[in-house]
């Protein structure tokens, strides 16, 4: 199924964004998103592991045609690092780190994505418009506003399904984001798994906030997506300990 409400974005406009896959023979079959988050490091979604990615791509726009002016490179994935705190078919902690077989020669074209550090990470982001860039199952990179809004919301609007009991014993908390759009229309969808959502700081600076794990159905405003939140002090702890 494709994006939900999404646009075709500007060639290098978020040049964080990782596409995850496998090789298969002469051709890699992308399944997931990541964010680059350093040199050597890929952020993405836990539950993509099951594929067993092997390749990392960083700026591409659009993988079926050699001929869009983005310069891409692959990268071997030399180790993956599962969040510890995850538990199968829990929701939570749905994490991993994807560490590239060789350093990004940092350039316009391969830029990190900023971290909700220190001061970054006590800003209140609820109601704030977040940016979310997606790529499989399209071929080229798209991306979509959305509404954050509070985990409440999202454990209320989640906790009517038959799922809700397993995926989330304790509730839906603050490990969570949830963001979507208040008609509905605008969401992340399969393929869209790992791919970040961003902010904006009060420098301009774009800020990694969230990365997609779930939903139900897409573009429902009933049911906002699910991201892993960024904000999540032993998230960070993780991240700096494994990849800085």
Same mark, same amino acid.
């Given at each position: 199924? *494709?994006?939900?409400?999404?646009?075709?974005?500007?060639?290098?406009?978020?040049? #964080?964004?990782?596409?995850?896959?496998?090789?298969?023979?002469?051709?890699?079959? #992308?399944?997931?998103?990541?964010?680059?988050?350093? $040199?050597?490091?890929?952020?993405?979604?836990?539950?993509?592991?099951? $594929?067993? +990615?092997?390749?990392?791509?960083?700026? $591409?726009?659009?993988?079926?045609?050699?001929? =869009?002016?983005?310069?891409?490179?692959?990268?071997?994935?030399?180790?993956?690092?599962?969040? +510890?705190?995850?538990?199968?078919?829990?929701?939570?902690?749905?994490?991993?780190?994807?560490?590239?077989?060789?350093?990004?020669?940092?350039?316009?074209?391969?830029?990190?994505?900023?971290?909700?550090?220190?001061?970054?990470?006590?800003?209140?982001?609820?109601?704030?418009?977040?940016?979310?860039?997606?790529?499989?199952?399209?071929?080229?990179?798209?991306?979509?506003?959305?509404?954050?809004?509070?985990?409440?919301?999202?454990?209320?609007?989640?906790?009517?399904?038959?799922?809700?009991?397993?995926?989330?014993?304790?509730?839906?908390?603050? $490990?969570?984001?949830?963001?979507?759009?208040?008609?509905?229309?605008?969401?992340?969808?399969?393929?869209?798994?790992?791919?970040?959502?961003?902010?904006?700081?009060? *420098?301009?600076?774009?800020?990694?906030?969230?990365?997609?794990?779930?939903?139900?159905?897409?573009?429902?405003? =009933?049911?906002?997506?699910?991201?892993?939140?960024?904000?999540?002090? +032993?998230?960070?702890? #993780?991240?700096?300990?494994?990849?800085?």
């Amino acid at each position: 199924m *494709g994006h939900v409400g999404f646009k075709e974005a500007k060639p290098h406009a978020w040049s #964080w964004m990782a596409l995850v896959g496998r090789r298969e023979g002469d051709n890699n079959k #992308w399944f997931c998103g990541g964010a680059l988050i350093n $040199e050597q490091w890929v952020l993405t979604a836990l539950h993509c592991l099951f $594929e067993s +990615p092997d390749v990392v791509r960083l700026g $591409e726009h659009d993988y079926q045609d050699t001929n =869009d002016g983005a310069p891409h490179q692959d990268f071997d994935v030399a180790e993956t690092v599962m969040y +510890p705190g995850y538990a199968n078919p829990e929701g939570y902690h749905d994490l991993a780190l994807l560490r590239l077989s060789s350093r990004v020669h940092i350039q316009k074209f391969f830029i990190p994505v900023c971290l909700p550090w220190g001061v970054e990470r006590e800003v209140d982001i609820t109601g704030q418009t977040a940016t979310l860039t997606g790529g499989p199952p399209t071929t080229f990179l798209q991306q979509v506003k959305v509404t954050v809004f509070t985990s409440d919301k999202c454990d209320t609007s989640y906790s009517i399904l038959p799922k809700y009991n397993t995926s989330w014993p304790q509730g839906i908390g603050e $490990e969570t984001l949830c963001a979507g759009d208040v008609e509905g229309g605008k969401d992340a969808c399969q393929g869209d798994s790992g791919g970040p959502l961003v902010t904006k700081d009060v *420098g301009g600076s774009f800020v990694l906030a969230g990365i997609v794990v779930q939903g139900n159905g897409c573009g429902n405003k =009933d049911f906002p997506g699910l991201y892993a939140n960024m904000r999540y002090p +032993p998230y960070l702890v #993780w991240i700096k300990n494994v990849a800085f």
